[in-house]
């Protein structure tokens, strides 16, 4: 595992919580993009070195339309960057995590993507990402 990828945070409305955060950043989101695999709307901003990606749900069956319903908005996982996606999950598998995917699915801005389940990992939805070459 390398450094923190982004760090993932569920909101109810994108264009509100993109007013509120480029108030609160000083700064504008630099990239845009629905991931219809994923039922999710994003938004970016790169602060210095870190990313954060502000998710809302396209619809009712998205992970983050049931998060917000349980929790309400906030923070929602964190995504480690990782050299090799297949050998990571594999690994991590061996050590007797739950993968919530079996292959790495496509993500955004460019990445491929494998989650583990927050049950397996103190409560915290870690996302694995690996840039597509
Ligand atoms: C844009 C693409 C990509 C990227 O490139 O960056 C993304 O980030 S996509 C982000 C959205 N996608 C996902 O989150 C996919 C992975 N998540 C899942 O598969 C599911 O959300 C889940 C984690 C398996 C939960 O789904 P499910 O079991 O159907 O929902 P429940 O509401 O019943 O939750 C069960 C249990 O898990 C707790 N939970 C759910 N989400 C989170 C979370 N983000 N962090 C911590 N805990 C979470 C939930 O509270 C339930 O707990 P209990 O109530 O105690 O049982
Ligand atoms: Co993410």
């Known amino acids: 595992m390398k450094n ?3 760090i993932g945070i ?3 409305e994108l264009a509100a919580a993109e007013k509120l955060f480029s108030t609160l950043f000083n700064a504008a989101p630099y990239k845009r993009e629905t991931v219809e695999s994923e039922h999710v709307s994003t938004s970016f901003f ?8 502000l998710l809302e749900a396209t619809n009712e069956e998205s992970a983050i339309a049931k998060f917000i319903e ?3 908005e ?8 990782v050299g090799d996606i297949h050998s990571e999950m594999q690994r991590l598998q061996d050590e007797g995590f739950t993968l919530l ?4 699915k496509i993500g955004a801005d460019n990445k491929l993507v494998c989650f583990l ?9 870690v996302e694995l990402c690996q840039e597509i070459r």
Do not use: C, D, R, Y
């Not at 995917?101 to 790495?104: C, G, Q, T, V, Y």
């Open 4 to 6: 923190v990828e982004h």
């Open 10 to 12: 569920a909101v109810k």
């Open 46 to 53: 790169q602060i210095n070195q870190t990313k954060i990606e």
């Open 70 to 72: 349980k929790k309400g």
């Open 74 to 81: 906030g923070f929602h996982h964190i995504a480690f960057e």
């Open 101 to 104: 995917n079996a292959e790495p």
């Open 117 to 125: 389940h927050p049950k397996g990992t103190s409560g915290i939805l």
